[in-house]
C-alpha cells in the first residue's frame, strides 16, 4: 500500500469521526462546559478562564486536524482517480 492508499484510508476514518453524531455532541458539550466556567468566574479567576480557554483551543485543533487529514485524503483520491483513470466512488 503506497501513501496515497493509506492517506486515503486516514481520510475516511477522519470523515467517520467528523460526522460521528456522538463524538460531536461530546465536543459541543466541552465547549459549552468551558463556555459556562469562564461566564461564572470572577475577575480574580484567571486561572479557570485559561484552563477553558486550553480546553477550547485543544478542541479546535483536534477538529482542525481532523479536516486535514480528510482534505488529505480526498486529495489523495483524486490523483488516485488520475493515476487508474477512473471515477472515484461515490461516498
Not at 16 to 24: A, I, K, S, T
Amino acid at each position: 500500500m503506497d501513501e496515497l492508499e493509506i492517506n486515503l484510508q486516514r481520510g475516511d476514518r477522519a470523515k467517520l469521526l467528523l460526522e460521528d453524531e456522538l463524538l460531536n455532541e461530546m465536543l459541543k458539550k466541552i465547549e459549552e462546559d468551558c463556555f459556562r466556567e469562564i461566564r461564572a468566574s470572577t475577575l480574580l479567576e484567571g486561572e479557570v478562564r485559561e484552563k477553558a480557554y486550553l480546553v477550547l483551543k485543544t478542541v479546535d485543533i483536534l477538529k482542525t486536524k481532523l479536516r486535514s487529514v480528510y482534505d488529505t485524503g480526498k486529495m489523495a483520491e483524486v490523483t488516485l482517480v488520475k493515476r487508474r483513470g477512473r471515477p472515484p466512488m461515490a461516498k
